[in-house]
C-alpha cells in the first residue's frame, strides 16, 4: 500500500488545526472537542504540499488517487487484488502519469485553505482516467476473430477516490517537481503549455460539515472515526453520511447464541437480474450445482445477496460474501442496536451492487458458460438493508458460530486500511 498522507484541517468551530488520515470520516476536534462528519460534494479534492513549499503562488495539477478492490475475469478464473494508485486527470506528455513515489513530509490540505495557487482543472473523470489508462495497457493490436465477451470483465470496488492536486513550477527551461526537487522535463514549450491550461483560481472547499447529532432524537451520534454510518444509541437509528446530509438507513441486527464480540455489517441486498433463473434459494444451488440438496420449501425461499460493508483482502471479502449467500440467514433481525461494538462500515452500499456479477459468477457452473458474460449481467436493485452480525472472539480469531466462517482479527484491522 502506498502510505497514508496526513490531511491537515482547520477546526470550522473554533480554528484549531485538526490532523485527518485520508481514510477518516469523522472529525474530532482536540481543542473545542467538537464531532462532525465529513461530507463531500463531488470527491474529496485536497493539495499536496510540504512543510518548505510556499502557500501560494504555485501551480497544481490534478490527478486521481484511489484505493479499493480490483475483481477480474481471467482465463475463466476469478482474479482479485488490492488497488491503491493514482492517475493524472489531465492530458500531458510532460507530467508523470502517476503521483508516484513520495517523501514523507506530505501533507494534504483543502484546496480553498489557499489564496494565489493556479489550479488546473481535471479534464478527465476517474472514470476516463481509469479507461484511458486500461487501454495503454492492454495490447494495441486485438485479433479479429477474438469474440468480445472474451474480453477480460472488471470491476473496482468499494474504492476511496480523491482528487489530489500536486504542484508543478513552470520553469523558463520546462516543469520542475517542487516537492522531490527535480525537472520533469517538458522544455520552454512544456512550462508555457502548462501556464495556458484552463485554471481555476479561487476554488471553494468541497469539503462539508455535519453535526455529529441525531437528526431524530438529538443524541449525539457515535461511530469510529472511518465509518460512514454512524449510530444513535440512545433511539436505535443509523445515519448514512453518504449523501452530503444524514440519511436513516433500515437495519437489523442477527441474533446470537455465543458471546457476539463484534458485529460486523453486511447489505443484505434483494435483486433481480435478466437474463438468469435466480430468484431463489433454489434457483442459486442449481446455478451452483452445489452438493445440497433443493428442498422444496427453498423454492419459495427469495434469494437473499450478503456483501460485506466493509473492505478486507479481495479474497477474504468474496469468500464472506459468497459463505454467507449460500447459507442464505434465517430468522428475523432484531431492531435493536447491541451493547457490543459494531465494525465501521466503509463500503457503501452502491459498491455492493458492483460485486453481484463477480459473487454470481463465482457460484456459477459451468464456468465456459457463464465467466466470459458477467459483463452483461445487469442487477436491479430491489430493497436492501444493514445486517449486522455477531463474531465471537477466540484468541485473534473471530468466529460466526451460525455460519461457520472465521476471520482473523489482523485481516480486519489490515482491510480498513484499503
Ligand atoms: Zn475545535
Ligand atoms: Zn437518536
Known amino acids: 500500500m502506498t502510505p497514508d498522507i496526513p490531511v491537515e484541517l482547520q477546526c470550522p468551530q473554533c480554528g484549531g488545526p485538526v490532523t485527518l488520515e485520508e481514510s477518516d470520516r469523522i472529525l474530532s476536534c482536540g481543542f473545542c472537542r467538537v464531532r462532525l462528519c ?41 482474479q482479485h487484488r488490492v488497488a491503491d494508485s493514482s492517475l493524472l486527470a489531465i492530458t500531458s506528455r510532460d507530467l508523470p502519469p502517476t503521483l508516484g513515489f513520495r517523501p514523507q513530509v506530505l501533507k494534504l490540505k483543502p484546496i480553498g485553505s489557499s489564496k494565489g495557487n493556479h489550479f488546473c482543472k481535471p479534464r478527465h473523470t476517474f472514470g476516463e482516467a481509469r479507461a484511458r489508462a486500461g487501454a495503454a495497457h492492454s495490447p494495441k493490436i486485438t485479433p479479429e476473430d477474438e469474440p468480445p465477451a472474451r474480453k477480460a470483465f472488471e470491476v473496482l470496488i468499494g474504492e476511496s477516490v480523491q482528487l489530489i492536486y500536486a504542484p508543478v513550477i513552470p520553469a523558463e527551461d520546462g516543469l520542475w517537481d ?60 443509523l445515519w448514512d453520511t453518504g449523501q452530503g446530509r444524514l440519511k436513516e438507513l433500515p437495519f437489523g441486527v442477527a441474533s446470537s447464541q455465543g458471546a457476539g464480540d463484534l458485529h460486523l455489517p453486511f447489505w443484505k441486498i434483494r435483486a433481480e437480474v435478466p437474463r438468469l433463473q435466480l430468484a431463489t434459494r433454489a434457483d442459486l444451488i442449481r446455478l451452483a450445482n452445489a452438493p445440497r440438496v433443493v428442498r422444496a420449501g427453498m423454492e419459495n425461499e427469495s434469494l437473499e445477496y450478503y456483501i460485506p460493508a466493509f473492505k478486507v483482502h479481495p479474497q477474504l471479502f468474496l469468500r464472506l460474501a459468497r459463505s454467507f449467500t449460500l447459507i442464505q440467514p434465517a430468522g428475523e433481525p432484531a431492531r435493536e442496536l447491541p451493547r457490543s461494538p459494531l465494525h465501521p462500515v466503509t463500503l457503501p452500499l452502491e459498491e455492493a451492487l458492483e460485486v453481484l456479477p463477480i459473487l454470481v459468477g463465482s457460484f456459477a457452473v459451468p464456468k465456459k458458460t457463464y465467466l466470459p458474460r458477467l459483463g452483461e449481467l445487469r442487477f436491479q436493485h430491489i430493497e436492501s438493508e444493514l445486517v449486522f452480525f455477531p463474531f465471537d472472539l477466540r484468541g485473534s480469531e473471530l468466529i460466526q458460530p451460525g455460519i461457520g466462517m472465521s476471520i482473523s482479527r489482523n485481516a480486519l484491522d489490515m482491510g480498513r486500511l484499503i
Open 38 to 78: 465529513l461530507a463531500f460534494q463531488g470527491p474529496a479534492s485536497y493539495r499536496l504540499t510540504t512543510p518548505d513549499l510556499p502557500e501560494d503562488g504555485l501551480h497544481y495539477v490534478p490527478y486521481w488517487r484511489y484505493r479499493g478492490m480490483t475483481f477480474s475475469v481471467q482465463d475463466l478464473e476469478i
Open 178 to 237: 517542487p516537492v522531490v526537487r527535480r525537472p520533469l522535463g517538458g522544455g520552454a514549450a512544456g512550462a508555457d503549455a502548462l501556464r495556458r491550461l484552463e485554471l481555476n483560481q479561487n476554488m471553494g472547499s468541497s469539503i462539508h460539515f455535519l453535526p455529529m447529532m441525531c437528526p431524530q432524537c438529538g443524541w449525539d451520534l457515535a461511530g469510529e472515526k472511518d465509518t460512514l454510518v454512524p449510530v444513535c444509541r440512545n433511539c436505535h437509528t
